[in-house]
């Protein structure tokens, strides 16, 4: 029976401010629809989209503000027209919670390209005028279309960084074929991000290359990772022996950088992947096109590619490395974020902590 009149108060964390602070903070959930599943949140990976806007920095944060996009839980009630989920089974929400369902992406099963735009899952108006709160709570509404099922061996504090750093990167490397046995490929980037790129591309049987301006995380790359190699990319001896040597590079990082010292390392009709946010990006055409490259970016992944993902994970054993934290210590985690200061992926132990 649906409970078209029925609101739960939900718990959760949010900010209020531009200072970024999260507190508790209770707020109703929509009454479940015909076509929705609520699910009790037992975990909320902390990505680096919760700070920027917590904090305001793009300039559009609707406060009171609950963030959270890596969500995982176990669902407790369907509506009267849910079929593929029933009551029970361990469930994952990413990105977005809604679509127009109606245009070509959509009907592709490509919802993150949808041309009216897909609903995000925290700050974002939903088609009934509501603002969507995301996972740092107790539980979430959300229509079936954008829940995935989660295998029941495996973990759900590992599931929920897969429904956003783990997508992020899995829908390029799938979509430019980096998934050929024998290929080589560069990492730039070495956080919640880059680390999936590096597990991905050894489950595909790639030689996997990190580059990273530093040499701290040497050690942790090749061996907790299982990276090939590791350069170092202020050492120009280094870079200049790596020349015109990979398929394809997945680029993660964030912070302004070069693009051409990176398209110097790719093959002739190599891939250049960009899933991180410069706030420019610039390089000669001579880095391109002489050598038939291609330049892509890329974001989150669609519905059909983000289930395939999961499947991948579960059969292969990929799991992000990841520190599950209480909610009472995510203010200091998303400073830690903000610092770099985390291998790789915080997960809010929501079940637990938050009450």
Not at 59 to 69: A, E, F, K, Q
Request: hydrophobic share 35%.
């Amino acid at each position: 029976m649906d409970s078209q009149t029925k609101t739960e108060n939900c718990l959760g964390w949010a900010a209020t401010d531009p200072t970024g602070v999260l507190s508790p903070y209770k707020f109703s959930r929509r009454p479940l629809g015909s076509d929705d599943v609520s699910i009790k949140i037992t975990h909320c990976g902390v990505c680096y989209a919760d700070v920027i806007w917590s904090r305001n920095m793009f300039g559009d944060s609707i406060y009171p503000l609950v963030p959270g996009h890596e969500i995982a839980g176990i669902v407790k009630e369907v509506g009267s027209n849910v079929q593929r989920i029933k009551v029970g089974d361990p469930v994952g929400v990413g990105t977005y919670v809604n679509s127009c369902r109606n245009c070509e992406y959509c009907n592709d099963g490509v919802e993150v390209q949808c041309v009216k735009g897909p609903v995000l899952t925290f700050n974002h108006i939903d088609v009934d005028g509501t603002v969507t709160k995301g996972g740092y709570s107790s539980h979430i509404v959300v229509h079936e279309r954008y829940c995935f099922k989660i295998p029941n061996n495996y973990p759900l504090a590992s599931a929920a960084p897969l429904l956003c750093a783990g997508i992020t990167v899995y829908t390029p490397m799938m979509r430019y074929n980096m998934n050929q046995p024998g290929k080589s490929l560069g990492v730039i980037g070495l956080g919640g991000l880059g680390h999936m790129a590096v597990k991905f591309g050894k489950a595909f049987g790639l030689s996997v290359t990190v580059l990273s301006t530093s040499t701290s995380k040497k050690e942790e790359a090749l061996s907790l990772l299982g990276a090939d190699n590791f350069v170092v990319t202020s050492d120009q001896e280094q870079m200049k022996g790596l020349s015109k040597s990979l398929d394809f590079i997945i680029d993660t990082a964030s912070g302004d950088h070069p693009f051409d010292p990176y398209l110097s390392l790719l093959k002739s009709a190599g891939v250049y992947a960009l899933v991180g946010f410069p706030s420019e990006i610039k390089f000669s055409t001579a880095s391109l096109s002489p050598g038939m490259k291609t330049f892509a970016g890329s974001v989150t992944g669609g519905t059909k590619m983000i289930q395939e993902m999961i499947g991948f994970c579960a059969a292969r054993k990929i799991y992000p490395q990841i520190e599950v934290i209480p909610i009472q210590y995510v203010n200091e985690a998303l400073e830690r974020l903000v610092k770099k200061d985390v291998k790789y992926r915080f997960v809010i132990d929501i079940e637990n902590t938050l009450k």
